[in-house]
C-alpha cells in the first residue's frame, strides 16, 4: 500500500472509504496520482469541480482578490459579496440570497428560514412546524439533516433526532397532498437525486408539486446543491418544469471547485424575516468566495458550459445505453449527470469503479449498486468516447473473472 494512504489510515477518522489512489494534481478533466499516472476525473466532486480543476479563469479571480482581502467579518460591508449576490439572484430569477459556506449549512439556513416563515406568515402554533422531505433524500451529514434523512447508514448512533419532518416517497405527488396539514412549512426537495443513484422522478412531476404548494400555502424548497448550475443541461435542475421554486439551496459548483461556497435563495416574504442576529457565518460570503463564485457564474455562461453539459450528456448517456453487458440492469440521467445501476448478481459497484480505476477512470459507487459519470462540464466528445469505451473493457473483463 502506499505510505500516504497508510499513514491516512493512521491519523484519519474512517469515515470514508477513498479507492486506492492518491491524487497530486489536477488539470481541466484529468487527475494524476503521486507515481505520474493520469486519469479522466467522471466525479467532479460531487458536482463541486463542475468547471474543471484549475480553470485559469477562477484562478486568476482567486489570486486577485487574495491580494486585496479574503475574509471580513458581516460586521462591515464588502466590495464583493453584494455583486456576487446580485448576479445569482438574477440567474435564478430569485429575489434576495443568503450567503453560507457549504451544502449542509445552507440546508440548515432553509430549515430555519421555512420554521420562521411557518410562526410569523402562516401562524402555525409556536413549535409545531413540520416540513415534508422525500424518502431517498441527501440533504447533508447535520444532526438535524440526518434525522429527516431514510437512510439508516447516515443516522445509526446519532439520535436523539430534531422532529418536525415528515417523510413521503420521492417522485410521488399524490403522497405530498395527503401528507400536507395545517401545520406543514415546506416540502424540502431535490429534484433529482443524487446521492440516492440518480433518480429521476416521473415527467411533470416538479410542476405538479409546486401547484400543491401554492395550493395548501406551503413553501417549495429546492435543494440543487448537486443538479444546480448546468450539471443537467439547465442552469437549475428547476427550469425543466417551472419557472422558480418559493426557495432555492445552491452550492458545490458555486465555488468553482476552489473554495466552498452555497447559498439559501428565496422569495422576499421569507428572507426578510431574518434579523439582525437570528443567522449568521464568519466565513459566508467572505470576499475571496464572492470574487470566485462571481466568475464561476460568468465562466458557466460565457463559455457555454451548460449547453455543452447538455450536448454531451445526450451523448454519453446513449453511448452507455448502446453497451451491450449483462451487468448492467440500468442507465438513467440527465445533462452531465448520469447513473449506471450494476445487478449485484454480478458484482458491486464498487468493484466496478476499482477495475475503471485499471482503466484510468476515477468515479464512485453510490448505495453500492451505482456508478456515477459526473464529469466537469467542460468535457469534451473525445475523452467521453475514451470512457464510453474503456467503460465496456471494464465490465466484459468482470464479467469473465467473475
Given at each position: 500500500m502506499?505510505p500516504i494512504?497508510?499513514?491516512?489510515?493512521?491519523?484519519?477518522a474512517y469515515?470514508?472509504?477513498?479507492?486506492?489512489?492518491?491524487?497530486s494534481?489536477?488539470?481541466?478533466?484529468?487527475l494524476?496520482?503521486?507515481?505520474?499516472?493520469?486519469?479522466i476525473?467522471m466525479?467532479s466532486?460531487y458536482?463541486?469541480v463542475?468547471?474543471?480543476h484549475?480553470?485559469?479563469?477562477?484562478?486568476?479571480?482567486l489570486e486577485?482578490?487574495?491580494k486585496n482581502s479574503?475574509?471580513?467579518?458581516r460586521?462591515?460591508?464588502s466590495d464583493?459579496?453584494?455583486?456576487f449576490?446580485?448576479?445569482?439572484?438574477?440567474?435564478?430569477?430569485?429575489?434576495?440570497?443568503?450567503p453560507m459556506n457549504?451544502?449542509?449549512?445552507a440546508?440548515?439556513t432553509?430549515i430555519?428560514a421555512a420554521?420562521m416563515?411557518?410562526?410569523?406568515v402562516?401562524?402555525?402554533p409556536h413549535?409545531k412546524a413540520?416540513?415534508i422531505v422525500?424518502?431517498?433524500?441527501?440533504?447533508?451529514?447535520?444532526?438535524?439533516?440526518?434525522?429527516?434523512s431514510?437512510d439508516?447508514?447516515y443516522?445509526?448512533?446519532f439520535g436523539?433526532?430534531?422532529p418536525?419532518f415528515?417523510?413521503?416517497p420521492?417522485?410521488?405527488?399524490?403522497?405530498l397532498?395527503k401528507?400536507?396539514?395545517p401545520?406543514?412549512?415546506?416540502?424540502?426537495v431535490?429534484?433529482?437525486?443524487?446521492?440516492a443513484?440518480i433518480?429521476?422522478?416521473?415527467?411533470?412531476?416538479?410542476?405538479q408539486?409546486?401547484k400543491?404548494?401554492?395550493?395548501?400555502?406551503v413553501?417549495l424548497?429546492?435543494?440543487?446543491?448537486q443538479?444546480?448550475l448546468?450539471?443537467?443541461g439547465?442552469?437549475?435542475?428547476?427550469?425543466?418544469?417551472?419557472?422558480?421554486?418559493?426557495?432555492?439551496?445552491?452550492?458545490k459548483?458555486?465555488?468553482g471547485?476552489?473554495?466552498?461556497?452555497?447559498?439559501f435563495?428565496?422569495k422576499k416574504?421569507?428572507?426578510r424575516?431574518?434579523?439582525?442576529g437570528s443567522?449568521?457565518s464568519?466565513?459566508?460570503g467572505?470576499?475571496l468566495?464572492a470574487?470566485?463564485?462571481m466568475?464561476?457564474l460568468?465562466?458557466?455562461v460565457?463559455e457555454?458550459?451548460?449547453e455543452?453539459?447538455?450536448?454531451?450528456?445526450?451523448?454519453l448517456?446513449?453511448?452507455l445505453r448502446a453497451i451491450?453487458?449483462?451487468?448492467?440492469?440500468d442507465?438513467?440521467?440527465i445533462?452531465?449527470?448520469?447513473?449506471?445501476?450494476?445487478k449485484?448478481e454480478?458484482?458491486?459497484?464498487?468493484q466496478?469503479?476499482e477495475?475503471l480505476?485499471e482503466?484510468?477512470i476515477?468515479?464512485?459507487e453510490t448505495h453500492?449498486?451505482?456508478?456515477r459519470?459526473a464529469p466537469?462540464l467542460?468535457?469534451?466528445?473525445?475523452?467521453?468516447d475514451q470512457v464510453?469505451d474503456?467503460?465496456?473493457?471494464?465490465?466484459?473483463?468482470?464479467?469473465?473473472s467473475i
Amino acid at each position: 500500500m502506499d505510505p500516504i494512504i497508510d499513514k491516512e489510515m493512521a491519523y484519519s477518522a474512517y469515515n470514508y472509504h477513498p479507492l486506492p489512489v492518491v491524487i497530486s494534481r489536477g488539470k481541466g478533466v484529468y487527475l494524476w496520482d503521486n507515481a505520474g499516472n493520469r486519469y479522466i476525473d467522471m466525479m467532479s466532486a460531487y458536482s463541486a469541480v463542475s468547471h474543471g480543476h484549475g480553470h485559469p479563469r477562477l484562478l486568476a479571480a482567486l489570486e486577485k482578490q487574495a491580494k486585496n482581502s479574503c475574509v471580513l467579518s458581516r460586521a462591515f460591508h464588502s466590495d464583493r459579496m453584494a455583486p456576487f449576490l446580485e448576479k445569482i439572484c438574477k440567474m435564478s430569477n430569485m429575489d434576495m440570497a443568503l450567503p453560507m459556506n457549504t451544502g449542509a449549512e445552507a440546508v440548515e439556513t432553509a430549515i430555519k428560514a421555512a420554521r420562521m416563515w411557518g410562526y410569523q406568515v402562516k401562524k402555525i402554533p409556536h413549535n409545531k412546524a413540520k416540513i415534508i422531505v422525500a424518502t431517498g433524500n441527501f440533504h447533508g451529514r447535520t444532526t438535524t439533516i440526518v434525522g429527516a434523512s431514510s437512510d439508516e447508514e447516515y443516522r445509526k448512533d446519532f439520535g436523539p433526532f430534531t422532529p418536525g419532518f415528515i417523510k413521503i416517497p420521492f417522485g410521488n405527488a399524490k403522497a405530498l397532498e395527503k401528507a400536507i396539514t395545517p401545520e406543514v412549512c415546506a416540502f424540502l426537495v431535490e429534484p433529482i437525486q443524487g446521492e440516492a443513484g440518480i433518480i429521476i422522478p416521473p415527467a411533470g412531476w416538479l410542476k405538479q408539486v409546486q401547484k400543491i404548494c401554492k395550493k395548501n400555502n406551503v413553501l417549495l424548497i429546492l435543494d440543487e446543491i448537486q443538479s444546480g448550475l448546468g450539471r443537467t443541461g439547465k442552469m437549475f435542475a428547476f427550469e425543466h418544469e417551472i419557472k422558480k421554486p418559493d426557495c432555492l439551496i445552491l452550492g458545490k459548483a458555486l465555488g468553482g471547485g476552489i473554495l466552498p461556497s452555497s447559498m439559501f435563495l428565496a422569495k422576499k416574504e421569507v428572507m426578510r424575516l431574518f434579523t439582525p442576529g437570528s443567522h449568521g457565518s464568519t466565513f459566508g460570503g467572505n470576499p475571496l468566495a464572492a470574487a470566485v463564485g462571481m466568475e464561476a457564474l460568468n465562466v458557466l455562461v460565457e463559455e457555454n458550459l451548460v449547453e455543452n453539459s447538455k450536448k454531451q450528456g445526450q451523448y454519453l448517456l446513449e453511448g452507455l445505453r448502446a453497451i451491450d453487458s449483462p451487468l448492467i440492469k440500468d442507465v438513467r440521467g440527465i445533462g452531465l449527470m448520469i447513473g449506471v445501476e450494476i445487478k449485484p448478481e454480478y458484482a458491486s459497484a464498487r468493484q466496478v469503479c476499482e477495475k475503471l480505476v485499471e482503466k484510468g477512470i476515477l468515479t464512485k459507487e453510490t448505495h453500492e449498486t451505482v456508478v456515477r459519470f459526473a464529469p466537469p462540464l467542460i468535457v469534451t466528445k473525445n475523452i467521453l468516447d475514451q470512457v464510453i469505451d474503456l467503460f465496456d473493457e471494464a465490465l466484459v473483463e468482470l464479467q469473465f473473472s467473475i
